[in-house]
């Protein structure tokens, strides 16, 4: 949990609407890919996200409605945060890609990703 960085300009919630295109991404990080291709977060792999996206899998649960339901409060955000960043300092076991503990999205990114599931103006919280 420590060593999980917070960000660096103190800003949480980016733009959901890049957040929804790396969300769709599974891009880069495969032997097909070039050192510098802009690596997706392939999040719809494994989660309901947009109920307008009707190709999802569901290794993980339902992220519909992720901030209307657990509200926009300081904890909801950084446990978000904690969770994307490195989901192991929650749960040993977790199956989650441990996005900035293995650099495969950056602080931007993430950001935009946390918008996603975190801007009351986001069609996951609509
Ligand atoms: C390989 C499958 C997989 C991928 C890819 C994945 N997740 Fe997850 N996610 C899970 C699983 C499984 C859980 C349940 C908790 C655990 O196992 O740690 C989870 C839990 C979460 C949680 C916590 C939910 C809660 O109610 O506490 C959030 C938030 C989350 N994921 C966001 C994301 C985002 C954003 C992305 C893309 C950047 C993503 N996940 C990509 C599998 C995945």
Same mark, same amino acid.
């Given at each position: 949990?420590? !060593?999980i960085k917070q960000p660096s300009d #103190?800003? @949480?919630i980016g733009d959901w609407k890049k957040g929804e295109a790396i969300a769709? !991404? #599974?891009r880069g990080a495969t032997w097909t890919d070039k050192a510098d291709t802009v690596v997706g977060g392939g999040c719809y792999n494994c989660h309901q996200i947009d109920p307008k996206e009707i190709s @999802? #899998?569901?290794i993980g649960p339902s992220l519909t409605g992720y901030g209307k339901l657990r509200g926009y409060s300081q904890? /909801? /955000?950084t446990y978000t945060w904690n969770r994307i960043n490195n989901s192991k300092a929650y749960n040993a076991c977790s199956n989650r890609p441990r996005f900035a503990h293995f650099k495969l999205l950056n602080e931007q990114q993430i950001q935009d990703v946390m918008a996603l599931l975190l801007d009351p103006a986001s069609p996951v919280n609509k």
């Amino acid at each position: 949990m420590d !060593s999980i960085k917070q960000p660096s300009d #103190g800003k @949480y919630i980016g733009d959901w609407k890049k957040g929804e295109a790396i969300a769709q !991404s #599974g891009r880069g990080a495969t032997w097909t890919d070039k050192a510098d291709t802009v690596v997706g977060g392939g999040c719809y792999n494994c989660h309901q996200i947009d109920p307008k996206e009707i190709s @999802y #899998g569901n290794i993980g649960p339902s992220l519909t409605g992720y901030g209307k339901l657990r509200g926009y409060s300081q904890e /909801v /955000v950084t446990y978000t945060w904690n969770r994307i960043n490195n989901s192991k300092a929650y749960n040993a076991c977790s199956n989650r890609p441990r996005f900035a503990h293995f650099k495969l999205l950056n602080e931007q990114q993430i950001q935009d990703v946390m918008a996603l599931l975190l801007d009351p103006a986001s069609p996951v919280n609509k």
